[in-house]
């Protein structure tokens, strides 16, 4: 079966930097999108970044400019470089993977499977 886990995850100052990861094993689809998303305490999940398996890139705009996603396709494994962190970035982190292509690669309810999730705090 599917499975996500994610990691790297903590506490940092603003202005400092993090990287996630999210490691995918038990899909044999030949395209899938693959996103991060965050929830805030009292806020909807929302969607960050997505890359799907033509290298296509979204961001949302709150973190345009400031967070990098990427993928290692030799280790399985999904990546999220934040930059410039801000206290409003605290949340936790999903990463999710939805089976073939999506119009909306930020919405939550386009994705099929998800990770258990990696706070992310910053003060």
């Known amino acids: 079966h599917v499975q996500l886990l994610e990691s790297g995850g903590g506490s940092v100052q603003a202005g400092g930097s993090l990287r996630l990861s999210c490691a995918l094993s038990?899909?044999?689809?030949?395209?899938?999108?693959m996103g991060w998303f965050r929830r805030a305490p009292g806020k909807e999940r929302e969607g960050v970044a997505s890359?799907?398996?033509?290298?296509?890139?979204t961001y949302s705009d709150s973190v345009k400019g400031r967070f990098t996603i990427f993928v290692d396709n030799t280790k399985n494994t999904l990546y999220l470089q934040m930059n410039s962190l801000k206290p409003e970035d605290t949340a936790m982190y999903y990463c999710?993977?939805?089976?073939?292509?999506?119009?909306?690669?930020?919405?939550?309810?386009?994705?099929?499977?998800w990770g258990q999730g990696t706070q992310v705090t910053v003060s």
């Open positions: 999710g993977c939805a089976a073939g292509f999506t119009a909306s690669p930020l919405m939550p309810n386009q994705y099929d499977y």
């Open positions: 038990g899909y044999g689809g030949s395209s899938k999108c």
């Open positions: 890359i799907n398996s033509n290298g296509t890139v």
